[in-house]
Nanobody
């Protein structure tokens, strides 16, 4: 099994920054494609960013392009989401997700149903 533990959420003013971390354990982290999703109250969960095993392929939702950056450190079994210029509409619970992808280093997906493992989520609240 794979365990994912997110951290780094909190309360921040509009225009501020946060960096979310997700530490994976249980299997070889470098074999996983990773993604960050978020879910606001009363809304569906959707992907804000995704990253291939190689780190060369990325996906960003239009609403966060130019403000969020996804990255990974395989030596630390960690994926990050750097969030800059935060807006009140970024308020949500943020989840990291992992998909084992041993045979394709360049695979990434923004679809929730493609991911096999999920963290418990971390709350991000942006005040205006």
């Amino acid at each position: 099994q794979v365990q994912l533990v997110e951290s780094g959420g909190g309360l921040v003013q509009a225009g501020g920054s946060l960096r979310l971390s997700c530490v994976a354990s249980g299997r070889t982290f470098s074999n996983f494609a990773m993604a960050w999703f978020r879910q606001a109250p009363g809304k569906e969960r959707f992907s804000v960013a995704a990253l291939s095993r190689s780190g060369d392929e990325t996906y960003y939702a239009d609403s966060v392009k130019g403000r969020f950056t996804i990255s990974r450190d395989n030596a630390k079994n960690t994926v990050y989401l750097q969030m800059n210029d935060l807006k009140p509409e970024d308020t949500a619970v943020y989840y990291c997700a992992a998909k084992p992808m041993i045979f394709n280093r360049h695979y990434y997906s923004n679809s929730e149903r493609d991911y096999d493992y999920w963290g418990q989520g971390t709350q991000v609240t942006v005040s205006s």
